[in-house]
T-cell receptor
Framework: KAGVTQTPRYLIKTRGQQVTLSCSPI?????VSWYQQTPGQGLQFLFE???????NKGNFPGRFSGRQFSNSRSEMNVSTLELGDSALYLC??????????????FGEGSRLTVL | GQNIDQPTEMTATEGAIVQINCTYQ??????LFWYQQHAGEAPTFLSY????GLEEKGRFSSFLSRSKGYSYLLLKELQMKDSASYLC?????????????FGTGTRLQVFP
C-alpha cells in the first residue's frame, strides 16, 4: 500500500508569515499525528486527529493548529512564524487494523526554514 | 511527567555488535518502540516490546524490563548502512491515543 505523503517537502518562509502543510495517510488509516523534529529536541508531539476530531494535543502555542478531513487527510498550520519554528515537520498515520497497536507510519516530512 | 533518556551518539566498527540503551520514566506503560531514521528520511519501525524479554528480528533485537524502565536495542554484524539515528519511544499510557513520546535519539556511526 502507498505510504504517507507529505507536501510540500521543502519550503522557506520569513518571520511573521504563515504556512500550511499537508499530509495524506495510508489508505484505511484514520489516525494522523504531527511531530516537530529539531536537532536538539528530537521528535516533539504536536497533535493527533482521529475521525476529524483532535484526540490529543502537545505543548505548543496556539499558533500551531491542525485539522483532519473526512477522507482522513490532514493539514497543519503555523501562523506568525518565528525563527524557532524552523524544523522538520513529520506526519504519521496509524490504524487499528495494523498488527502492532499504535505503530506509526511516517511520511518523509516537510522541512520548513524561517528566515 | 514523561521522560526518555538515550545516549546522544555512539560509534562502532563494521561487523561488530552495538547496544543502544533507553531508560524511561512514565506514569504507566503501554508499549515501547524503536525506530530507525537515516539522515533526511522518514523514521521507520524496527521493533516493539510490550512484555518483558527479548524480541529478535534478524540482526536486530530489542529487550524490555518494565520493572526497571529500561530497554535496549542490539544490532549485530553491523553494516555501513546501519549508520543512522535510533529513536526510542514509549506509547502514551493515557489510553485511546497513538501518541508516542520520543527520546532525542541516538546517532550511530559505523566505521569500516
Amino acid at each position: 500500500k502507498a505510504g504517507v505523503t507529505q507536501t510540500p517537502r521543502y519550503l522557506i518562509k520569513t518571520r511573521g508569515q504563515q504556512v500550511t502543510l499537508s499530509c495524506s495517510p495510508i489508505s484505511g488509516h484514520r489516525s494522523v499525528s504531527w511531530y516537530q523534529q529539531t536537532p536538539g529536541q528530537g521528535l516533539q508531539f504536536l497533535f493527533e486527529y482521529f475521525s476529524e476530531t483532535q484526540r490529543n494535543k502537545g505543548n505548543f502555542p496556539g499558533r500551531f493548529s491542525g485539522r483532519q478531513f473526512s477522507n482522513s487527510r490532514s493539514e497543519m498550520n503555523v501562523s506568525t512564524l518565528e525563527l524557532g519554528d524552523s524544523a522538520l515537520y513529520l506526519c504519521a498515520s496509524s490504524g487499528r487494523g495494523d498488527s502492532i497497536p499504535g505503530e506509526l507510519f511516517f511520511g518523509e516530512g516537510s522541512r520548513l526554514t524561517v528566515l | 511527567g514523561q521522560n526518555i533518556d538515550q545516549p546522544t551518539e555512539m560509534t562502532a566498527t563494521e561487523g561488530a555488535i552495538v547496544q543502544i540503551n533507553c531508560t524511561y520514566q512514565t506514569s504507566g506503560f503501554n508499549g515501547l518502540f524503536w525506530y530507525q531514521q537515516h539522515a533526511g528520511e522518514a523514521p521507520t519501525f524496527l521493533s516493539y516490546n510490550v512484555l518483558d524479554g527479548l524480541e529478535e528480528k534478524g540482526r536486530f533485537s530489542s529487550f524490555l524490563s518494565r520493572s526497571k524502565g529500561y530497554s535496549y536495542l542490539l544490532l549485530k554484524e553491523l553494516q555501513m548502512k546501519d549508520s543512522a539515528s535510533y529513536l526510542c519511544a514509549v506509547r502514551d499510557p493515557q489510553g485511546n491515543t497513538d501518541k508516542l513520546i520520543f527520546g532525542t535519539g541516538t546517532r550511530l556511526q559505523v566505521f569500516p
